[in-house]
């Protein structure tokens, strides 16, 4: 299994596209690229979990290790674990679901698409990256294309939004760098190389000033309260596919930086600092959800109801249990796939009825039952039905959240559980206003249902999301042992 | 008395130096400007030679470099001086306040 | 004889094209499309003699000038943006009177910085860069009839002539209190007294001001936007890149005793060259006015990578320059297509640009991204091996303060790149079809800017030649 | 024993048709729907039988105690050792007396669905979503781990919001499901973290062994889970507390009641399946599920259970005397008869002839199931008819529908615990328990008897009696044998489930003890409930002002129960006012204002400060030597001051 693979492919396609003639072209070309970046992830999982069952137990599999600027020990390196794989599994369904759902992008379809090929590169490149600095590179990679995406084809007020977005998250991007030069200088061995880095010894006090740059640095992709302002107004301006990306891969780049750099190169400091992370986290749950109550527009409620719901990978990484780290991944990947699917559905209602707003809205279920079907699977998705993907992650989370026996943690929990119920209230109110009650506008009457390219996009997200939501157990045992291997770092750390 | 020393040549320097300084910073006609810039030249001149004289008697640099300066601030005030006029041909004036349109 | 004149090839290739410039210049026959085409030939000619035997060590004239192999691949990418130059301001050039005496201007001043970098001792370091200087000041001037030229022109050579008053004070002084010119005598005789600090202070400010340092940077946007495009990439470029590798060698080997000193001026004057740069930038209008006061933030980033010192150091700030040659000759080339073009040189109206230039358009995008520093760009790679050198002395509070600058930073790029793929215009700047010349140079630019980064090989050579 | 494959195929079935139905029902199947759905739990009704038979009366059975049997065990979702949610599926005594109930009252409703719903447009829909709802209930009474109930009390939730939203352009209808969905899913906030709290004390999410950690005094995990946690009780406290919250969320007990009568806005059968036989019944069910640790390791608990289910009795009883809407008068009594089922539990204690009120409740579950079901198809028939509502539409249709009048009727009586009538057994049980144990709760479920008989005959004749009906167009019969069927086979049920001798079956430890029937004591139940019967006789059989009498002579209680108590109104208040107004708007506005506000107030300060700082590039060369002079002086002054301080 050649892991270069995820990224030769965008690559390719996306040169490919830069060469074609016309919007067709492109569009098949993107369209059988995504096909094939979801066929390599999925035989990527089976290989891996066959390697596995053959008694592999290297801590990444697939490795590949390249020199690249030799002076600086810059290695181009990857390699992949459970963690890993779920991310690209879940990057590669969005991606799919994001080309389908773009197809009737005229305005400058070629750019469109390079871009959309340029972005899942870079989340492909890092998750698969054990080197810091091209995990750093493909961080960075996957920042602009959504600055275009939302710039050129967005509505609303979006070259703010595109800018905020930018600037926000190179900020974010701004302080992992710096982290990454502490880790890089301050471990003593000069290198980048995650693994060898995860062996060294940081001094506590180094890692008390450092990691809350990483942590908070990639927090932001990921919506770290107070830092989530990009989220709703970026969403909310981004063309259909690009909130998809944005919310269902970039804001994982955050949540696996957070875990796969931060916790576990500094674990000393993420103890340290648990409790201001879950409280951050808690804020941003209920904060969230409670926000989201007061939107009107069908976006902001999937953009707020995002920061609620990346609150709980958060929540999972600050409890530092086994458990709550393995919520924290299943959430990531339950949450990509379900706003993906969200805004995928938004962008359908939008695209037939020209307006988000909630109020305008209704009755939708008689005119397009598909849409209106997806929109109620996505809608009991967020609330955490089960049988879906997000009870799933959220009961994880939970679950490993109430390990912690103090009365601190306990609360935070509580107060997390208690996002379940405003979730409830505000997806209900949105999707019962929008699909369900009388219909409130006559020339709704003359609207089609889904074309085949949104239902397909649809159903391959709903598949994700139910693969979840129906046996967790794979994603558990894929996801587990990386999360053991980071708690068992933290539980060996003594605390002075 | 015992002659003049290093000290009273280096004063001399230093105050040609300020000297030059202020006229350059104070004077709005370009070519006094110009003028003022020889002024610190020569000062550095001045300094050149007296390190020379008094401590380093035995090597040649200050001397050479003496006249290099010499050499140089003769081409820089001939470019100097062509520009001015192209500026004047422009402005209809060399008072350096009346050419600062690029600001900000 | 023949290998002390291959030690000074680049020079002796300089001087000549120099000398066959006057030559034409004497006939002064042939039409300007033919002596730009044979400009282009023998510069292009030059860089490639650059690169034959280039691990020429020695000195010549007793130390007076010295090479070796990384100052001679200094000099090529010198020589390769200065032919860049070239291509990119065809147009220009093309119209233009005074031909021949632009290029021998420029040569000279490319002259100039060459033995500037050779230079071994204060007289030749002295000279070179008054030769740099001096013809760069006529050449602002070349816009002949616009106002705003002459002004630039005299801003430059009244500011340069001040700013080397007060070096060559200060290099006197240093003499006085050393008794040595020569670089490689200083280290011994450098005691640290609090004149010789002052008399530093004073010979880095000529430094500084060449490379528009906060607070001696004044000149720089007054002299970039008066000037016409080519000069103030010449400037920017070329000029800033020459007086970084001087600064280097006199840095880490004359005044190697004075570590700590010129550390912590390099650390004040970084993060305000980064701020005052920044903070200006934001507010820019006029294309060249707003890329010199990037630059200018540039430079703070470049300090950040010289106070890295050692083999490091030199080599992120080498290896920054080579990324900035190609980065900002891309953004200027594009700057000057239009320019010469539609005349037009304020953000405002780049907009719309990619509805009718496409392919500018991107050009233009990605040399600011590479200014900006982000992958897979050049400028990405420059940046970051930039901070790493600076994040190797531990002083972190300079490294995040570089690393929120880049924030600001690439807030005013992407306002241009708003402006040209965002924002609607009534009427856009129109189809522009440059010569063949500005499209191979555009191209070896977005090459350069694509390869230099990503292929690794660029890093490790310099960093293998930096070890000198 | 006992094939797993039957016993999956159970609550498979009906997924199978909610599956077939939902994906394509609408375009393949059409009206065939019915059928399919209909088929498929006839199948699976069969199936239920068979393995009641099997389990009471061939192998369930070992050295005269009913066993535990997990038949199925699937490894779902592990958290971590030995904690970890599987799906399996549970055999006991409530367990298989419950899949009984759920598939045969759903059997019932799917065939009078045929009628009912006849010529819908999303007539599979339906039948999809009432396969959703029978498989997820099938589940949830199956499940062996506390966890997978959680699951599947989660589907029912839903599946009943998809149910009472059936007629979704209707906005009352929207605004039911939503509140319906939305309260109990706070409700359910209790259980989780309840399950949360207990798992956490006894390692363990299985049934079997949460019970047997949590119930053995002298197990270290019994010992953390006793000790004070917080607010001074027992963290095993808390759990259970919690646990019941989730439980009287689901089965409506006061105060978190608000959504059962507004969830009448759902067709008729689906009110009959699911809010009066099946899901209502939940928690009462996951309180029988936990009841060893509730009667042995925690009787305060079990108080809290009793008290609110007393009170819910009464207080529901009371507010169905007022209501107008037949289906809210069902509604009503649905909460006040789980409300019995809830302190017979709460009354109970653990094993053989303590555990009377244990097997009261399941046995009142059984028989309320019949006749509660009989009544809301009954009302189901009536409402097809008259094409409404209110009772003031109604009367006089004895003649127009003898056979609804006929079953109404039985399951009338049933309910008033008129002898020899399945509810008469039951409740004769009930208060029993009650009386041996509280007497202040037998008290209550005396009145409230007497109060069930009154309005219960109230309803019956008001709809069948009163005045003469007056056919406005065309009437449809009774709605012909798919309706009538169901009723007809309910009524056997509610006429004769009470001679089931429950408590050789359903105990609470699983042995069974006999009871016998103590004529004495059940003179005055059944002589209050007469007397209800006959007041309502009075005042509703033929039209009078006796009862607008007597209800201005109460006027402000009757008034006030009018409104139901203005539960709601309080609730609104709450939710709109206090967090909406109070924490959501605050939330919005801080997030946009500060939060927000702050980073975009660093972009225009960035700009001002620039805008600030312009002057210095005047444009004069010389104020520029001026600075560079001013540098090159305080940078020496900097450095020669800082070298000589060292």
Known sequence: MNLSLLIIIPLAAAIAVLLSRNGQQVKWISFLSSIAQLGLSLFLLSAFMSERANGNVSQMLFEQRYSWFAPLNIEYYIGVDGISISMILLTAFVVLAGVLMSWNIEKMTKEFYFLLLLLSLGAYGFFISLDLFTLFFF?????????????????????????KLALMLMGGSALVLVGIFAVYFMSGIHSFDLLKLSEAHIAIDVQKIFFPMLFVGFGVFTAIFPFHTWVPDGHSSAPTAGSMFLAGISMKLGGYGCLRVAT?????????????????????????????????????????????????????????????????????????????????????????????????????????????????????????????????????????????????YRIATIAACMSIVVTAVYILRAVGKTAMGPITNEHFLNLKDAAWNERLAAIVLVLGIVAIGIAPFWLSDLVSPGAELIVNKIAGVIIY | MTGIGLTHILFVSISLFFIGVYGFLTRRNMIMMLMSIELILNSVNLNFIAFNKYLWANKMDGLFFTIFIIAIAAAEAAVAIAIIINLYRSHRSIDVEDASDLKF | MIN???????????????????????????????????????????????????????????????????????????????????????????????????????????????????SGNFLIFYLGLELSTIPVAALCNFDMEKKQSSEAAMKMIMSSAFSSGILLFGISMMYGTTGTLSFAELPMLLTGSPLQVFSFILLFTGFAFKLSVVPFHLWTADVYEGSPVAVTSFLSVISKGSIVFIFLTTLYNAFAPMGEVWYNLIFLLSVATMIVGNLFALRQQNMKRFLAFSSIAQVGFILIGISG?????????????????????????????????????????????????????????ISLFSLAGIPPTAGFFGKFFLLASGAEKGNYILITIAALNMIVSLYYYLRVVRAIFMEKNEQPVAAIQGSIYEKAGLLICVAGIIAVGLYSHFYEYIYALSAF | MFDKLTLSLIPLLPLLSFLLLGLFGRKVFKNFSGIIGTGALLASAGLSIMTAYNYFFVSGKVDGVYQKITALKISWLEFSPGVSIDIGILLDPISVMMLVVVTFVSLMVHIYSLGYMKGEERFSTYYAFLGLFTFSMLGLVMSSNIFQIYIFWELVGVSSFLLIGYYFDKPSAVAAAKKAFIVTRFADLGFLIGILVLSFNAHTLDFETLIQRLTDPNSEYMRSAIAPAFLGFSSLTWGLVLVFIGGAGKSAMFPLHIWLPDAMEGPTPVSALIHAATMVVAGVFLVGRLFPIFAISCPGALELVAYTGALSALFAAIIACTQT???????????????????????????????????????????????????????????????????????????????????????????????????????????????????????????????????????????????????????????????????????????????????????????????????????????LGLAGIFIALRFYKTQNDLSEKISSSLSGFYKSAYHKFYIDEVYLFITHKVIFNLIGKPAAWFDKTIVDGFINRLGSSSEKVSDEIKTLQSGQVQQYAAYFLAGAIGLGIIFIYVLTLK
Request: proline share 3%.
């Open chain 4, 325 to 527: 809407d037949i289906k809210r008068v069902l509604a009503y009594s649905t909460m006040s008869q789980i409300g019995y089922m809830m302190f017979a539990l709460g009354v109970s204690g653990y094993g053989n002839e303590d555990g009377l009120g244990y097997m009261a409740s399941m046995f009142h579950l059984f028989t309320h199931a019949m006749f509660k079901a009989l009544l809301f198809l009954g009302a189901g028939a009536v409402i097809h008819f008259v094409h409404s509502n209110e009772m003031n539409d109604m009367g006089g249709l004895r003649k127009h529908m003898p056979i609804t009048h006929i079953t109404f009727l039985i399951a009338c009586l049933a309910i008033a615990g008129v002898p020899p009538l399945a509810g008469f057994f039951s409740k004769e049980e009930i208060l029993l328990a009650a009386f041996h144990h509280n007497k202040l709760i037998y008290g209550i479920a005396l009145i409230t008897s007497g109060i069930t008989a009154f309005y219960m005959f109230r309803l019956y004749f008001n709809i069948f009696w009163s005045k003469e009906f007056h056919s406005h167009g065309e009437h449809h019969g009774e709605g012909g044998l798919v309706m009538m069927l169901p009723l007809i086979l309910l009524s056997l049920g509610a006429a004769f489930a009470g001679f089931i001798p429950f408590s050789q079956l359903v105990t609470s430890d699983g042995k069974p003890f006999e009871t016998v029937l103590h004529l004495g004591f059940s003179v005055a139940p059944v002589l």
């Open chain 1, 264 to 408: 576990y190169l500094m674990p000393e400091a993420a103890k340290e600092y648990a409790p201001i992370i879950i409280i951050l986290a808690s804020i941003a749950i209920l904060y969230g959800a409670f926000a989201t109550m007061m939107q009107k527009d069908l976006k902001y409620i999937n953009a707020y109801s995002s920061v609620s719901h990346c609150g709980f990978v958060l929540l999972g990484i600050g409890m530092l249990t086994k458990t709550s780290i393995e919520g924290a991944v299943m959430q990531m990947v339950s949450h990509g796939l379900m706003t993906a699917l969200f805004f995928a559905v938004i962008g359908m209602i939008y695209e037939r009825t020209h307006t988000r707003k909630v109020e305008e809205l209704g009755g939708l279920l008689k005119i397009m039952p598909f849409v209106c079907s997806v929109l109620f699977i996505v809608g009991l998705c967020s609330l955490g039905l089960p049988g879906f993907s997000g009870f799933v992650a959220e009961m994880t989370v939970f679950m490993g959240s109430w390990q912690n026996p103090e009365m601190f």
């Open chain 3, 309 to 365: 010192g050692g083999q490091n150091g030199t080599a992120s700030s080498v290896y920054f320059m080579l990324v900035y040659i190609f980065s900002n000759l891309g953004a200027f080339g594009a700057v000057q297509l239009i320019s010469s073009f539609s005349g037009k040189e304020t953000i405002d109206s780049y907009k719309g640009l990619y509805q009718t230039n496409p392919l500018l358009s991107w050009v233009l995008t």
């Open chain 1, 139 to 163: 961080l960075e990679i996957a920042v602009i294309p959504k600055y275009l995406l939302i710039g050129i084809w967005g509505s609303g007020n979006k070259e703010y939004s595109a800018n």
């Open chain 3, 4 to 118: 002390e004149l291959l030690l000074m090839k680049s020079e002796l290739a300089v001087t000549a094209v120099i000398f066959i410039l006057l030559f034409i210049k004497i006939s002064d026959t042939t039409s300007n499309e033919t002596v730009l085409k044979i400009v282009n030939a023998l510069l292009l000619l030059n860089v490639a003699f650059g690169f034959c035997c280039m691990d020429t060590t020695g000195e010549l004239f007793s130390g007076m000038f010295k090479t070796n192999a990384l100052m001679s691949f200094e000099k090529n990418m010198l020589n390769i943006g200065t032919l860049l130059i070239s291509l990119l301001s065809y147009e220009w050039l093309r119209n233009h009177r005074h031909l021949p005496e632009f290029f021998v201007l420029m040569l000279s001043s490319l002259l100039g910085m060459f033995f500037m970098i050779s």
